[in-house]
């Protein structure tokens, strides 16, 4: 063969970054034109999708490709896929989000944790700033749900116990009153997110604290009791110091 006939060959290895990028594609616009196909026909959480036969011929692909495609929306949290019975439109939840957000904060733990001090970052505005809507609209039935939370907390304390269930339920109940769903369910996010990088860090009781914690969240409602809106920002701003103080001695 001669040197001008091998150039005009093309080199199967220069193709396949070209490739990948094309079949990447091709998957985006599938699982978007599967997206799309729920949304146009209204259909809600809860809700069968056609079946794996007709969304092959409906969108014009095989029986692969769609598999790889649903494989992906399920990883989203937008279908969900039972066994015998088929697919369906997923019902609400942040468990992607989630996964991703704990995997990124663990991940930078082992990089002076800047990505983890990001997180908290997020989750002090959430709280901070919604801290004053809540206690507008907080009940006696949300503060004596409260009030059970803590008394909890500190009998856990007492007994040098951690009491995460109870620290969880305190900051749901804490801005149920606003009644955003999707709210709750961020935030409950954010707090298993920080609690998995907490416990990352150290779940050595002398710097967890059972019992100041447990008087940092009797400090909180007292404040949210009294409607002391400022009080209540600012205390809530302090709970994150621990972990602040502990990410911080991680960057050096």
Excluded at 19 to 48: C, F
Aim: include cysteine.
């Amino acid at each position: 063969m001669n040197f001008s006939a091998r150039r005009g060959k093309q080199d199967p290895l220069s193709t396949m970054p070209a490739r990948r990028s094309d079949a990447r594609a091709r998957l985006r616009a599938l699982t978007n034109d599967i997206s799309a196909l729920i949304l146009e026909r209204g259909l809600l959480p809860g809700d069968p999708l056609p079946t794996e036969q007709e969304l092959m011929a409906e969108l014009g692909v095989g029986r692969n490709s769609l598999r790889e495609a649903i494989k992906v929306l399920q990883a989203l949290g937008i279908i969900d896929t039972r066994h015998g019975f088929g697919m369906f439109v997923a019902q609400e939840n942040l468990n992607a989000l989630h996964d991703s957000l704990a995997f990124r904060g663990q991940m930078s733990l082992r990089h002076h944790g800047h990505e983890a001090s990001e997180l908290v970052d997020v989750r002090q505005a959430l709280e901070t700033g919604l801290i004053g809507l809540a206690i507008r609209a907080v009940t006696d039935e949300h503060l004596e749900a409260l009030e059970q939370c803590v008394s909890q907390m500190e009998q856990h304390a007492a007994r040098e116990e951690t009491f995460v269930e109870q620290d969880k339920a305190f900051h749901r109940i804490l801005f149920e009153p606003l009644g955003n769903q999707l709210l709750t369910n961020l935030l409950g996010v954010f707090w298993d997110v920080y609690r998995t990088i907490y416990d990352a860090i150290d779940s050595d009781l002398e710097i967890t604290q059972p019992a100041k914690t447990a008087q940092d969240h009797r400090d909180i409602l007292d404040a949210v009791r009294a409607k002391d809106v400022e009080t209540a920002r600012q205390l809530i701003s302090e709970h994150f110091h621990g972990i602040r103080a502990l990410l911080a001695s991680r960057e050096v």
